[in-house]
């Protein structure tokens, strides 16, 4: 079975804050990606990779960066947390192919 | 355009029942269209997907019909049960599998 776990499953910070939020695959696959949930809005892309050291803005880039460093792990960074960055962050993987697995989400609460 | 339109925005329906979700695009080039269901504190998971070349695909008690002149593809979850009870999404995406979301469905199944 496809893994992709991600760090954290409720994080709390401060408006201004640095954030951190990781995600890591077991499948070996080149597709990594960053989505933000919200009511209403559904699933809206945010960055993705296709290979290591290689990333694309999705629909929403502003106020986020990527990294990824090695092939399994996918980094979403908030380089200065605003409340309305307030959301559900879910990370998956897929193959060039295939559709694509979730991480069980992470929960983010800018205060 | 790049939008997935999503209806209903909840359903309820009755153990035993057909529960219907429905989805329309505009963009012709899409080629891949998945849905997921989620359960609350879940990341969604990939239920079944279809290629255009088919108009239906069966699983169990999930299928999903395909109208490509209409641009439209529907959920159709036979015998419906309260396990079922989930937040279903449509989704779409072209060559290099960057999926479109629609915006999410809420299904509840009463017992």
């Known amino acids: 079975d496809v893994k992709v776990t991600q760090s954290s499953r409720y994080l709390v910070k401060r408006t201004g804050e640095k954030v951190f939020l990781e995600c890591v695959q077991d499948?070996?696959?080149?597709?990594m990606f960053w989505y933000r949930q919200d009511p209403g809005l559904g699933l809206r892309l945010i960055y993705f990779?296709?290979?290591?050291?290689?990333?694309e803005k999705g629909d929403i880039p502003e106020g986020y960066s990527v990294s990824r460093e090695k092939k399994e792990r996918f980094s979403l960074i908030l380089e200065s947390a605003s409340t309305n960055q307030t959301s559900m962050y879910l990370c998956?993987?897929?193959?060039?192919?295939?559709?694509?697995?979730f991480g069980p989400g992470t929960r983010l609460l800018v205060l | 355009q790049q939008q997935v339109k999503q209806s209903p925005q909840s359903l309820i329906v009755q153990k035993g029942g057909i529960s219907i979700i429905n989805c329309a695009y505009e963009?012709?080039?899409?080629?891949?269209f998945p849905w997921y269901q989620q359960f609350p504190g879940k990341g969604p998971a990939l239920l079944i997907a279809?290629?255009?070349?088919?108009s239906e695909k069966k699983e169990g008690r999930f299928t999903i019909s395909f109208n490509k002149s209409a641009k439209q593809f529907s959920l159709h979850i036979m015998d419906s049960q309260p396990g079922d009870s989930a937040t279903y999404f449509c989704?779409?995406?072209?060559?290099?599998?960057?999926?479109?979301f629609g915006a999410g469905t809420i299904l509840r199944v009463k017992s």
């Open positions: 990779s296709y290979d290591v050291k290689m990333k």
């Open positions: 963009n012709t080039a899409f080629d891949y």
């Open positions: 998956a993987s897929s193959l060039l192919t295939s559709g694509q697995y």
């Open positions: 279809i290629r255009p070349d088919v």
């Open positions: 989704a779409a995406s072209d060559r290099g599998n960057k999926l479109v």
């Open positions: 499948m070996d696959h080149e597709n």
